[in-house]
């Protein structure tokens, strides 16, 4: 099946900097690559996904590229706020009815902004 | 638009017991996942609903099931409960035409004694 790395566990940055967290993938089939941000105590939420027919995306300060030979993607978050200070997680899909569309996670990286 | 809610927010059991847990999809969404979150890790997939059918299956054994409704909301029942059980329970909805685009709940933290 389907396995998703994540690097690194924990990432400390000083507000205003930015802050990259990079996963990989195992399943040259999988087509879809979302980021959640998890908050203590809720619910991830998607913050921006990509597609393997494009090679990046950026919303706002939030930017995700993808590289589709080496199997790995990547978050990138600049000008980094306080209110950014969350577990990230990236997941990979290859999205057919077998699998039903599961969503493969990997294992989080916590993210501290300090003022 | 209404988000994907789940009740109820914390359960207790002990093993052996059996449980069951809720979920409502987002307005507009027809299809429902759902996952488990061990504490430190990332979620793990269960299974997926779609027109009240099993539509894909992670590694979890049987006593692991789910229905849908015609609403689009969703259970998640689990049998003979095992200290391992305990976790966060997420649901995700999502609309069928972008099966990957999944939304989450805010999860049921079960603790299984």
């Known amino acids: 099946g389907e396995n998703v790395e994540q690097h690194p566990s924990t990432l400390s940055v000083q507000e205003g900097d930015s802050a990259v967290i990079k996963c990989t993938y195992s399943d040259s089939a999988s087509n879809y690559f979302p980021w959640y941000k998890q908050e203590l105590g809720k619910g991830p939420q998607l913050i921006i996904d990509i597609r393997s027919n494009v090679g990046e995306k950026k919303d706002q300060r939030i930017a995700v590229t993808l590289n589709k030979t080496a199997k790995h993607f990547s978050l990138h978050i600049t000008e980094t706020q306080p209110e950014d200070s969350a577990v990230y997680f990236c997941?990979?899909?290859?999205?057919?009815?077998?699998?039903?569309?599961?969503?493969?996670f990997g294992k989080g990286t916590s993210l501290l902004v300090t003022p | 638009e209404t988000g994907v809610t789940q009740s109820p927010t914390h359960l207790i059991k002990t093993r052996g017991q059996q449980v069951t847990l809720r979920c409502s999809s987002q307005?507009?969404?027809?299809?429902v996942s759902w996952y488990q979150q061990a504490l430190g890790q990332g979620p793990q997939f269960i299974f997926q609903?779609?027109?009240?059918?099993?539509?894909g299956r992670g590694n979890f054994p049987p006593r692991f099931s789910g229905l849908q409704f015609p609403n689009y909301s969703s259970e998640l029942n689990v049998n003979a409960l095992e200290l391992d059980d305990s976790a966060l329970y997420l649901c995700?909805?999502?609309?069928?035409?972008?099966?990957?685009?999944?939304?989450f709940g805010p999860g049921t933290r079960l603790t299984v004694l």
């Open positions: 997941a990979a899909s290859k999205g057919n009815s077998n699998s039903g569309y599961a969503l493969n």
């Open positions: 995700a909805s999502s609309f069928s035409g972008k099966y990957n685009e999944q939304f």
């Open positions: 307005s507009g969404h027809n299809t």
């Open positions: 609903y779609y027109r009240e059918e099993e539509n």
